[in-house]
């Protein structure tokens, strides 16, 4: 296998609330027979039914049972981004879960659910800088 990701799926109860939050936050996507695909750098974020998905997957549905060990991040080029951010979410309709704060790292973070429960991490990290794209390359975390 690559060491890559294409897309990452996420499972949510009403598509046309979920598609909303993300456009809200200034995200576009095109829906296609019940899924909607957004372009994220160089992979793709999907929203589709929670059912399908695991069906698809060979699992049995089932309701959010609390946090499923997955984040996803977004790192921006600012503090006062994180805190904007936050704001367009709050607005959005999702809930904020850590405010933002320097955390136990050194770094201007802060968390929140989308409104199917999908965690996402906001962070400004000048340790992993941004690219003018918006990609990131790790450092060499040895010589750190």
């Given at each position: ?83 904007a951010l936050l704001a367009a979410v709050e607005g959005a309709g ?11 790292i050194g770094f201007y973070s802060s968390a929140f659910v989308d ?30």
């Amino acid at each position: 296998m690559e060491q890559r990701i294409t897309l990452v799926t996420l499972g949510v109860s009403d598509l046309a609330r979920a598609k909303g939050f993300y456009e809200a936050l200034g995200w576009r996507g095109q829906e296609v027979e019940e899924t909607v695909f957004f372009q994220a750098g160089g992979l793709g974020l999907v929203l589709w039914s929670r059912d399908k998905l695991a069906e698809d997957c060979g699992l049995e549905p089932g309701a959010p049972a609390g946090f499923g060990g997955i984040a996803l991040a977004h790192n921006v080029r600012s503090e006062a981004e994180v805190d904007a951010l936050l704001a367009a979410v709050e607005g959005a309709g999702g809930t904020i879960t850590k405010p933002a704060a320097i955390n136990a790292i050194g770094f201007y973070s802060s968390a929140f659910v989308d409104p199917d429960g999908h965690a996402w991490e906001i962070a400004h990290n000048p340790g992993i800088p941004l690219a003018e794209d918006g990609s990131i390359t790790l450092p060499d975390f040895g010589s750190l």
